[in-house]
């Protein structure tokens, strides 16, 4: 996987001097390597209606559910050709409302299954990749897309229906890409995205710390600019020409008032990741809180519920961790 400023004005009333407004304490552990035979490399993870935690695995590629208090339920896929068999699982899965989940594997593929594991059908929406997907109400489905040949009318979210259709693609990149190679506007277009329960989309470049909201018919409602001290950085692999991308940005997530932005570079101060919080109505910077985990053991996605916990995992020891999150005083 990818490792993974801008033009636009700060909002009038953004903070000048963000600071730390949430402490993390850990409440909860899950190690998926306890139950399964194969190494657990927790990708991802999401949450039904009945608060049962969904947890991808793209190495085994397979979906590992626990319960609310982390004791295991089941499992489901495995590595193969067949309909309900992965053959390329990525880190972007999502839920919907009716607790279908929607799982991107290949390129520009989608498998869909129900909460307990059956699956249901595969679409494969008219893009060239799929970075990242979410899912909102009405079932509609929102993914981020690049192009790898085709750049004109590019945009880098569409809205799919149920069946994988485009009904609409919309919103736009932060900076120039004319002048740029081809490898780096791959990266540029790589973009993070998230829904909320109103429907309102989310998303940020993982190279440019620029948020935009659009309403789910793609009507900007605000964009943002970050506020960080990284840039994305490029560094090649040879002898085929490859380039390891350092991203600014790994995730993006919302919650009911809230947007939260996890850095893909680690903070000056601590050596732990960092993650900023914005209002999600008007875009106000809020402040930052930090992961307690040191960045050499990356995490590459956060999972904030109803301002109260956050979840995330590191790469290097593979156990999802639940933290309550305690606002400091004052902090808002």
Known sequence: MLEYSVAALLLSGCAENPREIITLEIVMEIDGNSISEEYFTPGNILFDNEDNL?????????????DS????????????????EFNQMGFCFDMDSNNILYIGDGPASIKIFNSDGGYLNTVSPDVECIVDLAA???????????????????????RISREGEIERRFGRIGIETDQMPHWEKYAVSSCV????????????????YQI????????????????????????????????????????ICVDQSMIYVLWGQGSEENNYQRVDVFEKYHGELLGYFFVPVPCHDRIIFIKAVDGEYLYTASLSDAIIRKYAMHHCENAW
């Open 54 to 66: 969904y947890i991808l695995d793209p190495v085994s590629m397979k979906i590992l559910v626990y």
């Open 69 to 84: 208090n982390g004791n295991y339920l089941f499992d489901f896929g495995r590595p193969g050709e067949g309909p309900e």
């Open 136 to 158: 909102g109400a009405d079932n509609k489905i929102f993914i981020s897309s690049v192009a790898i040949a085709d750049w004109s009318d590019y945009y880098p979210i569409a």
């Open 193 to 208: 995205i998230d829904v909320d329960e109103e429907g309102f989309v989310y998303y940020t470049s993982i190279v440019d």
């Open 212 to 251: 935009f909201k659009y309403d789910k018919d793609g009507n900007l409602v605000f964009t943002v600019e970050g506020d960080t001290p990284f840039e994305a950085s490029y560094e090649e692999q040879p002898p085929y020409g490859n380039r390891t991308l350092t991203p600014v940005v790994l995730d």
